[in-house]
């Protein structure tokens, strides 16, 4: 397999989508919003983008499964498969907030091997894939180089559901705002993973993710020469439902920030 090429090709299923997206965003009808569950919106832009995407990658790769947002397809390959977020922002989309991408990654087994992030509203395409290194566009980029967390400006996401653990959140945020240059919260995952790889941000955590939220930004963040990892240990930040991304060299202070208030099995 040429990942560089399956890589380029990829971008352009994802800009295709994306270009749609952001046509339909144009004249948006808040009366055409799903609710998939409370506070969890969908819309018919999510699923049409969608379905080109299944369509566009199953043309790359037949053998490739799916994981996908909205289930348009469900069929699993027996070694790769697509993790595919149509719309990672949708509240914003669907409030007229220009912050909002395609998040598109492939797997093998369960490593990823190459993903791309499309941002419609600046037509920046981030990309990479495993030993190339990470993109935007053309240009390669690389994580900051600040040294501590007192340089930092980290992102994070706050839960739309499941309010359970809000108040030892907060306690980490009050933490990072005094020790940090501030917090920034764009509402897209994968575009805060991706401001990480470019050295917009050293940091991001958030937790209550899905695969299909994370994959293609965190490779983009390995192959700039960034660090992952869950909130107060190693481990599965794919599907573990949270992750720590850095630039590498505030990574054990930002977990330690987080494990000084986290603690979820005391809610």
Request: with cysteine; proline share 3%.
């Amino acid at each position: 397999m040429n990942l560089k090429q399956l890589s380029q090709d990829l971008n352009t299923v994802a800009r295709r989508a994306g270009a749609f997206i952001k046509r339909e965003g144009e004249n948006f009808d808040r009366s055409k919003i799903e609710m998939k569950g409370f506070n969890d919106l969908v819309s018919y832009v999510d699923k049409e983008a969608e379905k080109q995407l299944v369509e566009g990658l199953r043309k790359l790769l037949p053998e490739a499964g799916f994981v996908t947002e909205e289930g348009t397809d469900t069929t699993k390959g027996e070694r790769y498969n697509w993790i595919i977020d149509p719309l990672d922002g949708t509240t914003n989309f669907t409030h007229g907030v220009p912050v909002y991408c395609v998040s598109v990654a492939l797997i093998d087994k369960e490593e990823l091997i190459a993903g791309a992030v499309y941002d419609p509203n600046h037509d920046n395409c981030f990309w990479a894939y495993k030993g190339g290194g990470a993109f935007c566009n053309d240009t390669p980029i690389k994580v900051s180089d600040a040294p501590a967390l007192k340089d930092s400006l980290i992102a994070t996401g706050f839960p739309y559901y499941d309010f359970g653990l809000t108040q030892q959140y907060l306690q980490v945020l009050g933490s990072f705002m005094a020790k940090s240059h501030g917090i920034r919260r764009l509402g897209s995952a994968a575009m805060d993973l991706v401001y990480v790889a470019t050295g917009h941000f050293e940091g991001f955590f958030e937790y209550n993710l899905n695969p299909w939220d994370v994959a293609a930004g965190a490779l983009i963040v390995l192959e700039a020469g960034g660090k992952l990892s869950k909130f107060t240990e190693e481990g599965d930040y794919l599907f573990g439902r949270e992750i720590v991304a850095s630039n590498g060299h505030v990574h054990a202070e930002m977990q330690e920030v987080i494990k000084e208030h986290w603690k979820p099995t005391q809610t």
